[in-house]
């Protein structure tokens, strides 16, 4: 695996968001499945090294917008589960007191300024996040995640022509993880997805999103040569999602097959990767590592069963922040 | 007091608002040298420079993604829209993210934006540069709506505008640029969702937005000649409306007419008219009748086009059938 940060506290701690990712999924999922959550949900797991690798790079007062499939993200830049479980089950205590949900969490403490369920639909706010940042002279850097589906959408080439024109601090984060929707990836978009970019001047990389050391260099590289002006840049980071394009696609097979999803699993899991790396370097027994997996899985567990019991937004709610300087809209 | 055009009291509103605020930028195409195709931002470039006079290349939905991002971290943008006509390009960031942001956040994050664009026909311009589109903005919660009637109206809502937390859309009459009206030199702000009683009446209700205004006080006078006392209205905001003044007023003299540039149906016209039925029925003495622009296109040729929108001696002649009797399209 590709090396950079060399801290075994560094190390262990982006193993640790990885698996806390993995974890929060799994219980989001059963939480689907057990009929115990409104509506639907986008899952992350397999895609963890992505968000972990980058926001390992950035600093809490950088800014990440996210997407549909956010959860990842969320935790990677500092999130709490009790919130993030509160706001998926719709409760008062959420990150966005139950009126986002999966979709739409935001963090702003911590620098999310929240997903976005339109495909692609945050593309111009991370890019006027970076163009505050410069007007304003302040050194944070935005990182703008989307899939490979949203490379379909306009609106992302008009917002990279403007970010390159005006250097902006910004990086674009292709999650590529070969299905747009249901839809193959090769079906939906033609020739390179770098060279997309690279038709505006902008620097682009394409990176194996499974190896969490070689997102984190590369991230850790761009960051710091954003902060000093060199943006934007655009990376695609190569990964792929375990579960459908949410948890009720569950019989895909009409468009890719369980042998694939098995060789991702088995072959190139990050979490697993990640963890034989640790222990061969000598960064952690694996009985470490399984109790570090223990502790983690006690925290959703706890926190899913605080979010179940949490209580719900009080009805007089439903029209409070619809605008911020008039208490009850409907008033 | 000293006369100023409606586009001058917009450029000293832009002006004085970014000398109090470095946060305030304006970012559009054509904003800085150029200072727009009316003239309206002349000279501003030269005293802010291109750091906050930012022209972008022809690209709305991105340069309004742009600001939505810049709006949610610490800026304050002024986007330029060229013609109101092209807000259907903007439409999911105005919309999906500007207009939900708030209240998707559990009221985290804000959007303070303003949205300047234009309206009005009978400027020889065709369908797709003289539409009058602000009741599709008015129609989703989060938008705040201003439509000033002179230029008065226009420097203190636009001041207003840029000191609100909330995404708020001014509609200008593009043929009121170089209309002049008394503006005071000292400072002064119009609050949102107060209404100003233009001319008082004790026998009709002339309720006007924006250049219906206008049309409305020359009917006034028409009427005046005939014995007909009219009292005309400028709501100056349509969201937040305010409801209590146009009630009372309906209440007075028990007959109202909504004139406004929109399309009729489905428009302003039509909301206000609602409101006044369902809340003043019983003091009414005829229907409530909405008069706007033509439900067509708007037409290219000027012997099609001056008859689509609304004109004094058409509102004076409804206002005269109301007055005596006549049940206006009734079956």
């Known amino acids: ?181 249901y839809t193959k990836t ?41 902060r000093k002006g060199e943006g934007p840049f655009f990376v695609e980071l190569m990964t792929y999602r375990y579960h459908g394009h949410h948890v009720g696609d569950i019989n895909r097979e009409y468009y890719r097959t369980k042998d694939e999803e098995k060789d991702w699993k088995e072959n190139r899991d990050p979490i697993i990767r990640f963890r034989a790396h640790l222990v061969s370097e000598g960064l952690a027994t694996e009985d470490e590592l399984d109790a570090l997996n223990a502790e983690i899985a006690k925290d959703a567990e706890d926190a899913v069963k605080y979010a179940l019991d949490a209580k719900y937004p009080d009805v007089s709610e439903v029209d409070m922040h619809v605008f911020s300087d008039i208490k009850h809209a409907l008033a | 007091m000293r006369e100023i055009t409606l586009s001058q009291a917009v450029n000293e509103a832009l002006a004085e608002e970014m000398r109090r605020d470095d946060t305030v930028f ?144 001014i509609f200008e009459d593009k043929l009121m640029y170089q209309d002049k009206a008394p503006v005071p030199e000292e400072e002064f702000l119009i609050p949102f969702g107060e209404a100003n009683i233009k001319r008082e009446g004790s026998d009709i209700t002339l309720i006007g937005t924006s250049s219906m205004v206008q049309v409305c006080e020359k009917a006034a006078e028409i009427l005046a000649a005939e014995g007909i006392s009219a009292e005309v209205i400028d709501p100056r905001t349509i969201v937040p409306l305010d409801e209590k003044t146009l009630l009372e007023s309906a209440r007075k003299t028990s007959r109202v007419i909504v004139v406004d540039e929109g399309h009729q149906s489905f428009g302003v016209t039509s909301e206000i008219a609602s409101r006044i039925n369902e809340k003043a029925f019983y003091h009414l003495d005829a229907p409530v009748l909405r008069m706007g622009a033509m439900d067509v296109p708007i037409p290219f040729s000027p012997a099609l086009e001056d008859i689509t929108v609304p004109t004094p001696e058409g509102v004076a002649e409804k206002a005269r059938m109301l007055c005596g009797g006549e049940m206006i399209n009734a079956a």
């Open chain 1, 1 to 181: 695996m590709a090396k950079t940060k060399t801290n075994s506290e560094d190390y262990l701690r982006m193993y640790r968001q990885m698996v806390r990712i993995r974890s929060f999924e799994d219980n989001a999922n059963q939480l689907y499945l057990s009929a115990k959550m409104p509506g639907l949900t986008h899952m992350y797991s397999g895609e963890e090294a992505v968000a972990v690798g980058i926001c390992e790079a950035l600093k809490t007062t950088d800014k990440i917008t996210s997407t549909h499939r956010g959860h990842g993200h969320c935790v990677a830049k500092g999130a709490e589960f009790k919130e993030m479980f509160c706001e998926l089950l719709g409760k008062e205590e959420g990150y966005c007191r139950g009126k986002g949900g999966s979709m739409h969490i935001a963090d702003q403490s911590n620098g999310n300024l929240g997903a976005n369920a339109i495909v692609g639909g945050s593309m111009g706010i991370a890019t006027g996040s970076a163009f505050t940042a410069k007007m304003l002279g302040k050194d944070d850097v935005t990182v703008c995640f989307f899939g490979d589906g949203a490379t379909a959408q306009g609106l992302m080439y008009e917002v990279m022509n403007m970010a390159a024109l005006w250097n902006l601090p910004v990086i674009y984060a292709c999650e590529n993880n070969g299905y747009s929707e």
């Open chain 2, 26 to 169: 304006i970012i559009g195409e054509d904003v800085a040298e150029a200072g727009t195709p009316f003239k309206v931002l002349s000279g501003l470039v030269e005293e802010f420079g291109t750091r906050r006079v930012v022209d972008t290349p022809i690209a709305e939905p991105g340069f309004m993604g742009i600001a939505v991002g810049a709006a949610m971290t610490g800026a304050r943008p002024v986007v330029d829209l060229m013609f109101g006509d092209f807000i259907f390009l903007i439409m999911d960031q105005l919309c999906n993210q500007a207009a939900k942001t708030h209240y998707m956040s559990g009221g985290k994050l804000s959007v303070p934006l303003v949205l300047r664009t234009n309206m009005g026909a009978t400027r020889r311009s065709a369908a797709q540069h003289s539409q009058s589109l602000h009741a599709l903005v008015a129609h989703i919660p989060g938008l705040k709506v201003a439509m000033p009637s002179s230029a008065y109206e226009a420097k203190g809502l636009m001041k207003t505008a840029i000191r609100d937390n909330n995404p708020v859309v």
């Open chain 1, 186 to 226: 090769e079906e939906i978009a033609a020739g390179s997805i770098t060279a997309r970019a690279e038709a505006f001047g902008i620097e682009a990389h394409q990176v194996d999103g499974q190896d969490v050391l070689a997102v984190n260099k590369l991230a850790t590289d761009l960051v710091a040569r954003a």
